[in-house]
């Protein structure tokens, strides 16, 4: 079956420009979770989706970074008055349910955004 | 706070030799741990997991312990291929706010022929 998706792949923008990016989860998942990976790190946890709702935005570095998930299935990420420390490769996971420590999230191949 | 500190790399091995890469953790409770891999150009895919004190994860010849008493999850496998060139990534989940992933800076594994 299809795996989660992303696009786009890439994204050049500069300084001070608005973008938006998309993932599509897998079928049937309810929980969503976007990471930011910067160039040599580990992915960094930003927002938690568990169907229309946001239930952990507790990453999201500021007010300029925002996700919704209007219909429970996919999601937008928006980022305002974009920085060059913007500049990361923004994955996004979904996995069946929310419940318990144990469920497995997919991720999609990210979107590589580079602020100039 | 929830963190995970990894080996750094680059870990520089020849086809067939012994791998280990260490991961240790710091966790309120007893979190589950991972270990997902990137293959060059591609998305992160999990390799294995352990949800309990001393259960192994296995996966592709790879394995990992669940150790409590000295909160590690090393990975290990007896023979490395040049095909397993990637990054890897250790990660834990937590019980509580245990939705997100906590992640490693992440290890480079270079197997030559």
């Known amino acids: 079956g299809a795996g989660v998706s992303q696009t786009p792949s890439n994204k050049v923008t500069e300084k001070g420009k608005y973008v938006e990016l998309r993932c599509d989860p897998i079928s049937g998942h309810t929980a969503l979770y976007w990471y930011r990976q910067s160039l040599g790190q580990g992915p960094e946890f930003l927002i938690y989706?568990?169907?229309?709702?946001?239930?952990?935005d507790s990453g999201l570095p500021n007010d300029r970074f925002f996700a919704v998930r209007p219909e429970g299935s996919v999601s937008t990420l928006k980022i305002q008055r974009t920085e060059r420390g913007d500049s990361a490769v923004y994955l996004c996971a979904s996995s069946p349910t929310p419940q318990g420590v144990t469920d497995t999230q997919y991720f999609g191949p990210g979107t590589r955004l580079t602020v100039l | 706070g929830n963190s995970v500190t990894q080996m750094e790399g680059p870990v520089t091995l020849s086809e067939e030799a012994f791998l280990t890469i260490n991961c240790t953790y710091t966790?309120?409770?007893?979190?589950?741990l991972f270990w997902y891999v990137q293959y060059p150009g591609e998305g992160l895919q999990l390799l294995l997991k352990a949800t309990k004190a001393d259960d192994k994860g296995s996966n592709k010849g790879f394995e990992a312990t669940y150790r409590k008493e000295t909160t590690s999850f090393h990975l290990e496998k007896g023979s490395v291929q040049v095909s397993d060139s990637a990054v890897y990534f250790c990660a834990l989940r937590a019980l509580t706010g245990f939705q997100k992933l906590v992640f490693g800076t992440g290890t480079r594994l270079l197997v030559s022929p």
């Open positions: 989706f568990q169907g229309t709702g946001a239930a952990d």
């Open positions: 966790a309120t409770g007893y979190p589950s």
